[in-house]
């Protein structure tokens, strides 16, 4: 269990581990974790459905991720969403049967928006894997640049201290009964006011992603949750 006395250094680790232990959860309800033998490239690339996905060799160009992932991880997002998008309400769905000792409605919620790319209100099977690729086997700069679009909740280009805010509360609400003891409100503000200082180096109230960057870099148990998922699949 999570416990209230972390060192404020550690409170950003969460919310990187967090936003990529999410994903995995995609993974798992999507039961990606099993590859199995059997061919779904034909299944891929006849599939009549509203949304047809990108041809395999495009995809594959443009993640880090084989063919073959590719057909598993579709077959997995297609037996989940059958018309080949995600809406936000199916987002909500899957992380509430992964938190249901919390309320994982708000954090589903900025996770959906950092997925849907270009903000038409749903996530397609190329939206997913190019997120998914970036947080699994991108590089640091990569998943950094990720988070920061996570976090920036109005997408102005700036993190404000609300924004973080609001982003740590939606952690911690997520996670319910998993923090003892339960965590005040007062407290979530100091940990994010102290961090905040930290990373806004010019002190205009605002974090902008070189400061964001610059501040993560420099803390070791953040390079290093950004190793902990790798080639997971």
Known sequence: MLSVEWETEGLQTVGIVVIICASLKLLHLLGLIDFSEDNVEDEMEMAIVRHRPEALELLEAQTKFTRKELQILYRGFKNECPNGIV?????????????????????????????????????????????????????????????????????????????????????????????????????????????????????????TIDEFIESCQKDENIMRSMQLFENVI
């Open 87 to 207: 809406n936000e309400e199916n987002f909500k769905e899957i992380y509430s049967q992964f938190f249901p000792q919390g309320d994982a409605t708000t954090y589903a919620h900025f996770l959906f928006n950092a997925f849907d790319t270009d903000h038409n209100g749903s996530v397609s099977f190329e939206d997913f894997v190019m997120g998914l690729s970036i947080l699994l086997r991108g590089t640091i700069q990569e998943k950094l640049n990720w988070a920061f679009n996570l976090y920036d909740i109005n997408k102005d280009g700036y993190i404000t201290k609300d924004e973080m805010l609001d982003i740590m509360k939606a952690i911690y609400d997520m996670m319910g009964k998993c923090t003892y003891p339960v965590v005040r409100e007062e407290t979530h503000r100091q940990h994010v006011e102290t961090f905040f200082q930290k990373m806004d180096k010019n002190k205009d109230g605002v974090v």
